[in-house]
């Protein structure tokens, strides 16, 4: 074979296959589908993209969604399970599989980085019940086929951090209001950087309260307050749920609270609410139970707005 031509076959078909990577690399696996929305939702995408998502809009594994002001978000998983967002909350999708036919593939893992959701189980769940698990920076909960509400309060240092980074967001969402090419595109992001800004206040309020001490359990028992102590807090409405850490591993069962203020001490049952609400809108609930899969849910004309 002509040298020439043998090296521009081994190019083209090295070509190909760097574009079929590429291809591959891009479509992110769908987990389900934004279904109820009561305020702003944002997304950063796998390669760094801020969007702007409103219902029906899709979800996909890699997505780290993020409510804004007093905005609750609703997600319906490929399942036909659900996650409900209230405001303030950062969540990220980092694994979601199911397949009806192939239930060697289930898996299902969240992280919560902050705030708090609603978890209500679905087909997944029930049929793997080892497979559904909600990451947080104080245990991991195996979600089975619960429902459970869960609430993740960072410590002072966690939150300037978080604090910092949404200040900085905040700063480039006003920017690209002045530089937008379009006036939607300005009006879009005028309105994310003002709900921003209210959720860098409120953190900021959280390191204030936070840098006064160090949560106990007895502290979270003896008074609720309308800021909870840093830590993470259950709540298990159906079902059962596991919570494990370094302390150990505790199980709840529907009714019970609990709450751990670190990764190594011990979860402990609560004999009380120490203040946890969750309150979404009422179309939020009367959808908290079996209904069509989102998988085979039509897709609305919504589109999706890239924050640039």
Known sequence: MNPLKSCTAINAWLLLALLSAATWVQAAPEAGVVTHLSGPLFVKKLDGSLRVLGEQS??????????????????????????????????????FAYDVNVPGADAAVFTLKHGGLRSDGGLLGKRSQDR???????????????????????????????????????????????????????????????????????????ESWAAQGKASLAAVVQKATSVLPPGLYVHVLDGLINLTNEGGTQGFKAGQFGFTSSVREPPAVLPKNPGIAFNPPPVFSQSMGPQGSPASASKSNNVDCEVR
Do not use: C, W
């Not at 993020?66 to 609750?72: D, F, I, L, P, R």
């Not at 480039?172 to 003002?194: K, N, P, Q």
């Open 58 to 95: 899709l979800v996909e594994v890699g997505d780290t969604l993020s409510t804004q002001g007093k905005g609750y978000a609703q997600v319906r998983l490929r399942d036909d399970s659900l996650l409900t967002l209230q405001p303030g909350t950062v969540l990220s999708v980092d694994a």
């Open 132 to 206: 559904s698990t909600l990451m947080t920076p104080r245990g991991r909960i195996n979600l089975q086929s619960a429902s459970v509400e869960v609430y993740y309060q960072p410590t002072a240092g966690v939150a300037t951090r978080a604090s910092s980074r949404v200040k900085s967001l905040a700063m480039g969402l006003a920017a690209s209001a002045g530089h937008a090419d379009d006036s939607y595109s300005a009006f879009v992001a005028a309105v994310s950087a003002r709900y921003v800004y209210r959720l860098a206040n409120v953190l900021a309020s959280v």
